[in-house]
């Protein structure tokens, strides 16, 4: 079992910056894919990034060139640093975490609470 711990959400005006943690523990050695998403009332939880197993990166196309994901294996932690954000990056942002030991064919995702974003102007 994987828990989940976000960290890093706060109050910031338009243009500023914000460094979000994600921090996983428990059976850590069964994590697979680590992602940050992000929900706005009355909106569909989305992606804004994620990076794999492997290693590959994926970015929503409204994050990219502002946000940056990066993932320390070694410490079980994903970041995400986001720059020059917009009042439509307030969300809560949740970070996922892919358990691959569940089963033998099935992928169980480990959500944390979240932590709010909010972007004034």
């Known amino acids: 079992q994987v828990q989940v711990v976000e960290s890093g959400g706060g109050l910031v005006q338009a243009g500023g910056s914000l460094r979000l943690s994600c921090a996983a523990s428990g059976d850590t050695i069964c994590i697979s894919n680590m992602g940050w998403y992000r929900q706005a009332p009355g909106k569909e939880r989305e992606l804004v990034a994620a990076i794999s197993g492997n290693g590959n990166t994926q970015y929503a196309d409204s994050a990219k060139g502002r946000f940056t994901a990066s993932r320390d294996n070694a410490e079980n932690t994903l970041n995400l640093q986001m720059n020059n954000l917009k009042p439509e990056d307030t969300a809560v942002y949740y970070c996922?975490?892919?358990?691959?030991?569940?089963?033998?064919?099935?992928?169980?995702?480990?959500w944390g609470r979240g932590t709010q974003v909010t972007v004034s102007s």
């Open positions: 996922k975490v892919g358990d691959r030991c569940y089963s033998d064919d099935l992928i169980f995702d480990s």
